[in-house]
């Protein structure tokens, strides 16, 4: 059989990507949530009490439809990766890359010798169909794609040799850990973190690679995006689901709900 083709990675900086935050963590969620048509879901395993387990649960479940999965590890050890490929994870967004150095061990720990380090799961790992995609060894790398966040003061200092990096095939701005770190928490409008962000997104675009961002509120996802982002996550599922279970509750109780209540970071 054939290696399955990486979507997302395809259209990368092509195409605008919609996405949605992923942090309920079981197959089932994840298969409604691919049922609505976002590009990408992020699965996260930094924030969300996922496991190797429900990870692949999720993969499997998604599988079947357009939405193309992205896992962000809760750890960026190059054995947590290797396990990460081998159970057919294609595209990475690894958390708080600071340093080029940073970025190429990850390049390194997602490719085979003599690109990188990564061992050779084989027969064992859904990555290779149980050893049924033809040549997977040779042209596994030509369907993996790394997303580095660049979310912190030093990161963004460094954005433009992160994003020149070899092998990085994006970058990801994550607005709340940049405003905390910039000493602004909870209020990613701040000028400092605005301008950190329009810094970073040129760096990217010298670079030429893509640049994406979470933005759940629907006025800085468009404004993103005309900034240059092409693949912005529009949504988180949890906080999509407390907004509109409260705004059920509210109209029964007779209070109003706050307008942008889905739109939480
Ligand atoms: O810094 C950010 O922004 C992110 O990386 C996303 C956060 O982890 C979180 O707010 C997602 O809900």
């Known amino acids: 059989m054939k290696l399955p083709k990486n979507t997302f990675k395809a259209r990368l900086g092509i195409e605008k990507q919609y996405g949605c935050w992923a942090g309920l963590t079981t197959g089932y969620t994840a298969e409604i949530l691919a049922t609505i048509g976002y590009d990408w879901l992020l699965v996260d395993s930094e924030h969300a009490p996922n496991t190797t387990q429900s990870l692949l649960s999720q993969l499997q479940a998604v599988a079947p439809y357009h939405?193309?999965?992205i896992v962000r590890?809760?750890?960026?050890?190059k054995d947590n990766i290797k396990r990460l490929l081998d159970i057919g994870v294609q595209t990475l967004m690894i958390p708080m890359v600071e340093t080029a150095e940073q970025a190429k061990a990850l390049v390194s720990a997602m490719h085979y010798p003599p690109k990188g380090i990564r061992g050779v799961g084989g027969g064992l790992a859904r990555a290779t169909r149980w050893d049924s995609v033809d040549n997977y060894l040779n042209i596994a790398g030509d369907e993996l794609c790394l997303?580095?966040?660049?979310?912190?003061?030093?990161?963004?200092k460094n954005a433009a040799e992160i994003a020149n990096v070899d092998g990085v095939d994006a970058v990801f701005i994550g607005p709340a850990d940049l405003s905390i770190g910039l000493g602004h928490p909870g209020n990613p409008y701040h000028a400092d973190v605005q301008s950190s962000i329009l810094s970073v997104i040129d760096a990217t675009f010298s670079a030429e690679k893509a640049c994406g961002i979470l933005a759940p509120v629907e006025a800085d996802a468009r404004k993103y995006m005309e900034m240059g982002c092409s693949f912005v996550a529009v949504g988180i599922d949890i906080s999509l689901m407390r907004s509109a279970?409260?705004?059920?509750?509210?109209?029964?109780?007779?209070v109003s709900s706050k307008s942008n209540s889905s739109g939480t970071y």
């Not at 590890?73 to 050890?77: A, I, L, R, V």
């Not at 279970?245 to 007779?254: F, P, R, S």
């Open 147 to 156: 997303i580095v966040q660049i979310e912190s003061a030093l990161g963004v």
């Open 67 to 69: 939405s193309h999965p």
């Open 245 to 254: 279970a409260k705004e059920n509750l509210n109209k029964y109780l007779g």
């Open 73 to 77: 590890p809760e750890s960026s050890d």
